[in-house]
């Protein structure tokens, strides 16, 4: 009885003590108190190779409600110093501060309740460490000097929440303020932060302080620092103000950087231009960093935005057209979100969609004015194709999904975040016309730049206003309804078209579309415009909605005035984000088509019949007979667009046929059959000065053809004699990866092992990159496992190591058999690659894909409970999937891969 009476009066004393201290539920960040602005110090020692760091931040704060508590994130950091100061600068009695290691909270305790309205200063001092695994957060990098010496370097990645893990701060994306920072570092090298430079101080200590500009208000996630000896190449421009625009690199990269320099500024300034607005800072920097250090593709930090090396790097004597649409994809991706993320930030993690829908778009389409001579906008096809296949799965989420902890946020960043929200943004801005829309994203960002946080209401407004101006809108309803019938519900639909006999009039209905049958479908619809191609409309409605679906419809009839010879194609250009089937007759009238006059149906249309004709058949929506006698006609094709799309389906095909051997070698001979024509209008070699679209068709046509042609095979074996002769073996170009994968599937062991001592000889991490995988070809059992055994305990970069792991199970089924034997056994492999939480996720759910096999799904279920529980439904439910499609189509898509073309083509 004493010892109850004592724990309850100990209890009220400390209820009494401090009445006002919560429990956190949730991962979210009380809304108690908000910061007004930082100013952050950092002391850095890695130009000698010492990675431990100290720092300071004293965080202005503005309490909003009674509280006891100042909560915000803090991770890693050792906290040295902690005071609180009222704004007559005097301490604030604190108790004992502590943390929340789950929710990553730091919680300052005060003795004494602080009121709203009033303001203080956190000062804190830490001490912390770049001497970290997971390339997140502030971490270390390093490069090798021309003599061969090991240079270390300091780098960011914050995104989506490591800014914790690098210096205390509130570090939600909707909690925007000012940033004062100063860094020092070795007087050899250089500081970079977001915004320019004020002034350098030499210290008592040999070392330098750099001193920044005032960022603009920002979120945590965007910061960014750099100390480093990069050097850099700049260019000014003057109008319509003064900004500096440069690339940072290694210095054994000099002579790599102008090309982004240049179509930096340019695709800015069409930014700008498109968007009526000028961008905020006065410098913006890239900072390219070795790919093997760095986890993401870029990353779009305000004023100092950081690649991989491989995506930013163009070498003007070995790259081509191609390269240059990989800077100018990357460059106009990171440059859109200073607009669409960093000005406009979202307010919460549940609109990643506004940031990333934006900026996947726009870094297609802005380069049509930047550098129209790479036509980057017809290859937006593949996202929209990415989009409705990862869409077609039972489980997948809206665009629109809350969620909060660490991990849930990181697996926000996938397809529907990216191609998802892009293709439906697309799909308003032709059906309201891209003037309107257009007038809409530019009132988007007038309205909202001083707030500077949004969610899609805001954008829903403003969208609204101009399509309301000019006359857009469909009758009973509004761009609200019309926006959330695609954001707040998972899913695309399925558009069914069916001409009533030889009439004009088509009768359209729509469903969603699933990959595969379903038991018990959704009932779901949408506002769907509907756009259509005949030769002798002029292309009036190709890309403007003709008429809208609407959801309540069960089925509506629309007349189409088709002279003699005509026919009718829905979803031209495939613009919309829905897949449409046809009945029969309507079928066979665009496929003769397409054997009568390719060029009757634009090259987008072609794409786009490709994709859903295959996909509807795997589906069970359509007979596999039609969906081949379409993709019969590739043999008369050459254009890259239709082509990346054939492709793309052959790869799935080969992926499901994979361990049955007479299927995959029909597979092989029939997409021969299909990409001869290719090597005959195009030839096997470069051509000086030719377009992307044509070197990346026939690199589609060379893997295809050197796997089993017996011409190609000749051709590759001389030119791979030809690059062993050489001093040092290096594979140079994507081309040289195919030769050489078609040569190493049957290497010796020992020349095996001399070409990955190449591979570790080699420096340049692109041509690397290509031996990797091309060393990934071979089929030999041991041999793979050496491979295996070498990426995992050799000093290959976790970037690397991941890229040759994923190769080596996408190849072959021998190389899935011997990756999925490494993973299972293995209980150290993901801490011994280093991947982070986001990578092991795409790394498991791209390893699915490729599982056919009962007991291989099986090992890798249990890899999934065992070390990623939170992704066993969607891992799950794609080894389902692929083992109903086996059963359902494997046999009868083997019987179609034996059948003649010639018959199908006659028929």
Known sequence: MWKLCTLL?????????????????????????????????????????????????????????RTQQIVLHSVRSVINRLELRNSNQLAVALNEHEFDDEKEFLIVNVKEPLVAGTNYVLDIDFTNSLDRADKAGFYRSSYETADGETRHLGVTQF??????????????????????????????YTAKANSPALGVTILSDGKKLTTFERTPRMQSYLIAFLVSDYISERQVVREPKQLAVSTIARPTAADQLTYSVDASVRFLHELETYFDYTYAMSKIDNVAV??????????????????????????????????????????GHEYTHQFFGNLLAPKWWSYLWLNEGFARLYQYYVSEFSHPELGMRERFASERETALSTDGRPGVRPMTYYVETPREISQLFDNIAYAKSASVLRMFSYAFTEATFQKGLQYYIKQNKDNGVVDDQDLFDSIAQAVQEDGRLPPGTTVHELFGSWSNQPGAPLVNVARIGDTNLFLLSQERFYNEPQDNPDSQSWWIPISYFTPSSNGIYNSTAAFWLAPDDEETDYQIELLEGDFV???????????????????????????????????????????????????????????????DYLQYEVDYVPWATANTNLKFLKRMLRNDLEALKNLEKYAVHLTSNILSVYGYDARAGESANVEDVRLIALEWACQSDTQCQKQAAAQFYNMSKKMAFSVNSKAEQLIACSRIRDISYNDFVNLLESCKNTHDYVKRGYLLEALACTRDEFTLQRYLDDIVTNSFGRNEKLQ???????????????????????????????????????????LADYVIEPLAADQLISIVQREAPEKLLTIRDKLQFNQNWIRRNAVIVSEMLTMPSEIIMSD
């Not at 952050?40 to 720092?55: A, S």
């Not at 986890?295 to 003007?316: C, H, K, Q």
């Open 9 to 65: 009066i100990l209890f009220v004393g400390i209820c009494q003590a401090n009445p006002l201290r919560k429990e956190f539920l949730s991962y979210r960040l009380p809304n108690t108190t908000i910061p007004t602005h930082y100013s952050l110090y950092l002391d850095t020692n890695v130009h000698i190779g010492e990675f431990e760091y100290t720092g300071s931040v004293q965080i202005s704060i503005t309490i909003l409600e």
């Open 159 to 188: 995104e989506p929440c490591d800014a914790r893990s690098a210096f205390p701060c509130y570090d939600e994306p909707g909690i925007k303020t000012t940033y004062d920072i100063k860094i020092a570092c070795g007087v050899e």
């Open 290 to 331: 070795i790919d093997s250090d760095f986890s993401a593709g870029a990353m779009e930090n305000w004023g100092l935005v950081t690649y991989r090396e491989s995506t930013i790097l163009f070498d003007p004597e070995s790259h081509g057209e191609s390269r240059q649409l990989s800077v100018v994809g990357i460059v």
């Open 569 to 631: 194609v829905f979803n031209p250009l495939a613009r919309g984000y829905y897949r449409v089937n046809y009945d029969v007759q309507t079928w066979e009238t665009i496929i003769y088509n397409l054997y009568e006059n390719i060029g009757s149906i634009d090259k987008l249309s072609r794409s786009q019949l490709i994709d859903d004709s295959m996909n509807l058949a795997h589906a069970g929506r359509l007979d596999y007979y039609i969906a081949f006698k379409l993709f």
């Open 804 to 846: 040759a792991l994923q190769a080596i199970y996408q190849t072959s089924y021998e190389g899935m058999q011997a990756a999925m034997g490494l993973l299972y056994t293995s209980s150290s492999l993901i801490e011994e690659i280093k991947l982070n939480r986001r990578e092991f996720y795409t790394l498991l759910e791209d």
